[in-house]
């Protein structure tokens, strides 16, 4: 029997629900956008987040920053969840030169205003052979129009702060899922590495780090087996 349950699922940075727009209707199950909250800090969002979500638990997914974020729910609140999915994201803290690049963006927002997604910083997250596909690139865009310069201020003030989640991750072993593509160069290849000692790890042939819109055939099909395969008791 299918497991009729919907999949909560967070979306990454300047995204909204259309981010699922080609993920959902391959899905065996509904999904059910929650969008990332207003708040200052990584646990300011998770205590937003769990107060969003049921109380029972529930098959949450994580796309990018929302990867995180889910990490940092189920180590929060374990029992809370009966499988996490983390794509496109190493739940780490950030290197240095990001960290110095946000605020370095905020510096010039805060100036010069918000002049919206750059095709330089799509291609730094889409793979090449996607580039050339609007259906991707106007959807990314679109996004970040929508949600505008307050949106984009918010999640980098407040999430450029983060803890590497290893430790308390490995201890959850199978209850987390993790599935990043292949061309993405967001996602720490070491940390994966390490992970996958404990825990199920999928990498995505061909895919950039925006793998929702990129490969949503590849990745329907890892959260349909993600949603039916056991997990493993804890020791």
């Not at 987390?176 to 070491?190: A, H, S």
């Amino acid at each position: 029997m299918i497991d009729s349950s919907p999949i909560y699922a967070i979306p990454g940075t300047m995204c909204d629900q259309q981010l699922w727009q080609f993920l959902r209707p391959q899905l065996e199950q509904p999904l059910v956008h929650i969008p990332i909250p207003n708040a200052d800090s990584v646990p300011g969002l998770v205590r937003a987040l769990l107060a969003q979500l049921p109380d029972t638990p529930v098959d949450l997914l994580g796309f990018s920053l929302g990867g995180y974020l889910a990490a940092a729910l189920v180590v929060a609140a374990p029992d809370r969840f009966a499988r996490v999915m983390v794509s496109a994201n190493s739940p780490c803290a950030l290197p240095v030169d990001e960290v110095k690049q946000r605020r370095q963006l905020l510096a010039w927002v805060q100036r010069q205003g918000y002049g919206g997604l750059s095709d330089r910083k799509i291609a730094q997250m889409v793979a090449p052979a996607n580039l050339a596909n609007r259906a991707i690139t106007d959807c990314m865009k679109a996004m970040d129009q929508r949600l505008g310069q307050a949106v984009l201020v918010s999640q980098l003030s407040a999430t450029s702060d983060r803890r590497d989640l290893y430790k308390p991750l490995a201890a959850l072993g199978a209850k987390v899922t993790y599935c990043y593509g292949e061309l993405d160069r967001l996602v720490n290849r070491d940390w994966m590495a390490a992970i996958a000692r404990h825990a199920p790890v999928c990498e995505l042939p061909g895919a950039g780090h925006m793998l929702p819109l990129e490969a949503p055939a590849l990745l329907a099909r890892e959260i349909n087996h993600w949603r039916i395969a056991s997990i493993a008791p804890q020791t």
